[in-house]
């Protein structure tokens, strides 16, 4: 529960210092602007509120590993909801009202998840999770999306270095095996994810070690 909330901190202190010129610049996220992922983050900030007003009564259905919906292709960008989400992002025309809107709803989220108590069962999806696991989920979500915030901005904060090593383990928990020890959290998060190819050494250091090679990139949605 600490950890989303430093994720969550870190990645809206992140946007909150980006110059104007970096919303139009591109973004980790295959197809979408700086702009376009910061819109994004709203919906999935107004996702958290929802989920954590929306109390079940059944047993878990899933955990913070189950949670995702692992596919053997990227998204192509045909989604209803990610078109709608690039022509929100361009409504917005000026940075600082995206950057005022997230803020609000992003610190009410955060709020929110702070006062959850862990164990309260919650409904998404169509599914049932405890408090705790739900936002666990959002550990990895908030940190694969600082690492595509920043993709192209070298001077923008990285996540922090606890954030990135649970998102690992994690990402290693999804997979059902660990990344070799010489790639960085960040390299495990970008190459396991495919949001870049691994090169001919970290593809062979994969193969060798007898790893997730033959399962990735893992697509999670």
Known sequence: MDLFSRSWAALRAAVAALPDEDFARPSGCTGWLVRDLVCHLIIDAQDVLITLATPADTAPTRTALTYW???????????????LTVRLAAAYEEPWLLKFHFDDVGSAAGRAAALADPDLLVGTRDEVFTAADYL?????????HHLDLIAHLPAAAPPPAEGLARARELLEGIAGAAFPASFSDADALLVGTGRRAPTDAERAELAAAGGPAGKLPLFLG
């Open 69 to 83: 919906d692992v596919t053997d292709a990227p998204p192509t960008g045909d989604d209803p909801l990610d078109a």
């Open 136 to 144: 666990t989920t959002y550990v990895l979500e908030w940190t694969l």
